[in-house]
């Protein structure tokens, strides 16, 4: 091969000049940087009131440090594919670790609520670009099998890191106290930002796009998907569009919806690219996307709340117990990995879809005595699911994905399952106070038919309180709060079984997508250029 030959091949395919060992370097790096912006979504959850008063907020007032990052991180995910053409991957991503470190800093020593909202807000746009580029770079850097495992690392770490981010942050907090929740974000960031500068260029950059900026677009990009996830994140507690916040905020995600797409489709230069949704594969396989990302998101959501609220439990016993779904996460890794290689991706979907539907099902007859081992196999199952699931998925996605719409493709592809987890977590705690509602009138209505019942469970109680110490009128107020609460809890306990069956037949339903999405293990892709 001539120097010109060998020149004009680097500069159509600069990965394929790169040392096996310099990717590697590289995408353990992205892959760092992925875990620490999902882990910080989570990490606050189990130390909120903790944060509330060190800052001297508000309970309404503290739920903006999750809903800031959120907001900015959904809106960063899909803008990342137009920075790292006018940027290279390398610098955006570097940038964002380095931004991401510093507001990791600023949140630790915030002086205030209004501070810290925008040090998290910061922090979660920076953060959303790190989860799509890395798992667009493990495509462009990697093949076939190499693909495969690149792809279950990165599952890994997308379902481990919310899954253990709140029983890290109780332990952290417990441990150093709450603004160290922002301090270990330090030196994992300054290592990944330092390490992909020293590991140099693998990727042209175009920086006159950033002079064809289509602003508007841009701006209702934000207002599309910021708003949207406020409605989501907000909207179950402030009873949807009777609030005002909230509907104003559905208005302007209505309106900027109708502008972002319309700019979409006629945008000399539009900041995102759906040329992927061509594809009917792509389509279908963004659907399942999405309903992954509902199970994911809400399952790490449930076990949790079901375990504080019903079974009682502190931070670190709910991280000891939900740790179970992360070591089964790691251990079908490798074998979601080797499948990838060698069956069909959709029969692989189906498997895990099928598993999905069966933790969450297995789940459907909790009762509040349930705990560690009760939970054991459900999780387990999940577990397994997720990988099984998350590789095959990204694998349909990105799989036959030309080079120039990849990193497109994988920002839609992690858009859409971070969307599936906010409608998912929207969905269930609208479905679960609801079904606690009637779950509980249907209670007290049995009782009332019962008197006989609830009046010999009412003395019980009063006299194992007045055994107990008690005088006869603290007594029975103690047992008739004690009886309340047992009918609370069984009451939500029903409803976390009615949440838990619905979700397991979403899982069944998906089933009739996955005939529409590509076919074929995860062999070595085409490296396609439009021009």
Request: glycine share 10%; hydrophobic share 55%; charged share 10%.
């Amino acid at each position: 091969m001539t120097a010109g030959s060998l020149a004009a091949s680097l500069e159509r395919s600069p990965p394929a000049a790169l040392a096996p060992w310099k990717k590697l370097a590289i995408f353990f790096a992205m892959a760092v940087g992925q875990f620490m912006a999902l882990l910080d979504i989570q990490i606050v959850v189990a130390s909120m009131s903790s944060i509330q008063a060190g800052l001297s907020a508000s309970l309404d007032e503290i739920d903006w440090i999750q809903t800031a990052y959120l907001m900015a991180e959904i809106v960063m995910i899909p803008l990342s594919a137009y920075l790292a053409q006018a940027l290279s991957t390398r610098w955006v991503f570097v940038g964002s670790a380095a931004l991401f470190t510093l507001t990791s800093l600023f949140c630790g020593i915030a002086w205030d609520l209004p501070s810290m909202v925008v040090f998290r807000a910061v922090q979660g746009f920076v953060g959303g670009a790190m989860i799509p580029l890395a798992f667009a770079t493990g495509f462009t850097f990697f093949d076939g099998a190499e693909a495969a495992t690149a792809t279950a690392v990165l599952g890994v770490m997308s379902t481990l890191a919310p899954t253990l981010g709140p029983a890290i942050g109780g332990w952290i907090t417990d441990g150093l106290g709450w603004r160290w929740l922002f301090f270990v974000n330090i030196p994992p960031g300054l290592a990944v930002a330092l390490s992909l500068v020293a590991l140099g260029r693998f990727e042209k950059a175009d920086p006159r796009l950033l002079l064809k900026i289509d602003w508007l677009h841009a701006a209702s990009l934000a207002g599309f998907l910021g708003a949207l996830q406020y409605v989501l994140e907000e909207g179950p507690q402030r009873a949807w569009l009777q609030d005002r916040v909230v509907a104003s905020m559905a208005w302007v995600a209505g309106v900027s919806g109708l502008v972002f797409i319309e700019r979409c489709l006629f945008s000399p230069r539009p900041l995102v690219n759906i040329s992927p949704f061509r594809q009917r594969g792509f389509v279908a396989a963004s659907i399942l996307s999405f309903v992954i990302g509902f199970g994911i998101f809400t399952s790490v959501y449930l076990t949790p709340v079901f375990l504080a609220r019903v079974r009682g439990y502190t931070s670190l016993d709910i991280g000891s117990t939900v740790f179970i779904a992360g070591v089964f996460m790691t251990l079908s890794a490798g074998p979601s990995a080797w499948l990838a290689a060698r069956v069909d991706l959709r029969v692989l979907m189906v498997a895990g879809l099928l598993l999905y539907g069966a933790s969450f099902w297995m789940m459907s007859s909790m009762t509040p005595q349930w705990g560690f081992w009760e939970l054991f196999w459900p999780q387990a199952v999940r577990g397994a699911a997720v990988l099984l699931t998350m590789v095959s998925v990204v694998g349909m996605a990105l799989r036959d994905m030309p080079d120039d719409e990849l990193k497109d493709a994988s920002g839609f592809n992690n858009l859409l399952r971070n969307l599936g987890g906010a409608f998912g977590i929207a969905a269930v705690n609208t479905w679960l106070i609801d079904f606690t509602q009637s779950h509980a009138a249907m209670l007290d209505q049995a009782l009332g038919r019962t008197p006989g019942a609830a009046r010999e469970a009412l003395t019980g109680l009063a006299l194992r309180f007045g055994e107990s110490g008690l005088g006869p009128a603290r007594s029975q107020g103690a047992a008739a709060q004690t009886l309340l609460q047992g009918v609370g809890g069984q009451a939500l306990t029903l409803a976390f079984d009615d949440v838990f069956r619905i979700t397991a037949w979403l899982f069944v339903a998906c089933l009739l997508v996955v005939p529409f999405c590509r076919g074929g293990p995860m062999t070595h892709r085409q490296r396609i250029h439009h021009h």
